[in-house]
């Protein structure tokens, strides 16, 4: 019954279409994913199977036309099936989230017809994860700071450099990687390339063994003399860095969503408990200080969630989203660790323990609060926005 419930206010803003996607994504994650989630986490796994299945269901090309193997959705859809997923296990939402917006939406919204047909339907079809390097041991938010550079050599490139924090960069065959052409040029001097590992040089090293997030697959890159076909330069010269930009705009919808699935999980978990566990010869759910805590757990989600569809829908309409998107990414993922700070303190003990679910969201949360921009870079662009 709770389930159903956290889904009423919302369902008469959603087609049919789009609550069917939903209730599949939702009905995926409790059957395929939920009964594995520890044993995924614990060995750090990443669960190839599942992402396999995955992409049977369209969920590794969402937005991707069918035309090239894709599912042929909206970024409605595509929030909606990553926020199910979170729901029960926010690491491989994760991994839906940083294939689809990440490298794949980065080579089909600015890579060439013969890019689009050359690497798209690969990884709409799962076939392999993509990867999506802009982050350097040296250089997060200043991308100003990037190292890897990129030289002409006869039609071609040469790449030299590492990139390090990359989802799917163990597991992943295709990343689309920033590489500095021009130094001079600064932000302007960045170009975006297709790289994949069938060219020598290009390799993944270090594993990250990471709080939360565990069976993310999380790596370093290294780029040694590694040799780019001139048609694998996405777009122009100079123009990877605004590329970045607007796709870590779209990314931040799949982050605010993530963390929407996130902080329902965290409730979800603690309605069942409050109403399970007794003390004092009743519910804890009896308890005023307990219904406080799920009073205002429900209400930012909730907040959290219709931010994250705005966002999207002004996406799929073509609207200006992107201050839409920061808004609800720094919104939602400071909500989501709200929610699942509470959610541990609701268990007690019991939140501490692997044997409860909390215990996992609570490590998971924290990292929506820094990735694809941290909240700090979120009130700089609402900031920027709102003194215009």
Known sequence: ?????????????????????????????????????????????????????????????????????????????????????????PSIALGVAAHNGLCTGHIFKFGSEELKRKYIPRLARGETMGAWGLTEPGSGSDAGGMQTVGRRDGDGWILNGAKNFITHGTVGDIAVIMAVTNREAGANGISAFVVDKSMPGFSASKKENKLGMRCSDTSSLVLEDVHIPAENLIGEEGEGFRQALQILDGGRISIAALSVGLGQGALDASLKYVNERKQFGRKIAEFQGIQFKLAMMATEVEAARLMTYKAAYMRDHRQDFAVEASKAKYFASEVCVRSATEAVQIHGGYGYIKEYPVEKFYRDSKLLTIGEGTSEIQKIVISRAVLK
């Open 1 to 89: 019954m709770e389930e159903e419930a956290t889904s009423v206010a919302y369902d008469t803003a959603l087609s049919e279409e789009q609550i069917a996607v939903r209730n599949l994504a939702r009905d995926f994650a409790e059957t395929e994913i939920r009964p594995v989630v520890m044993e995924f986490d614990e060995s750090q796994e990443f669960p190839a199977e599942i992402f396999r299945k995955m992409a049977e269901l369209g969920f590794l090309g969402i937005t991707v036309p069918t035309e090239y193997d894709g599912a042929g959705l909206g970024f409605v859809e595509y929030a909606l099936i990553v926020e199910e997923i979170a729901r029960v296990d």
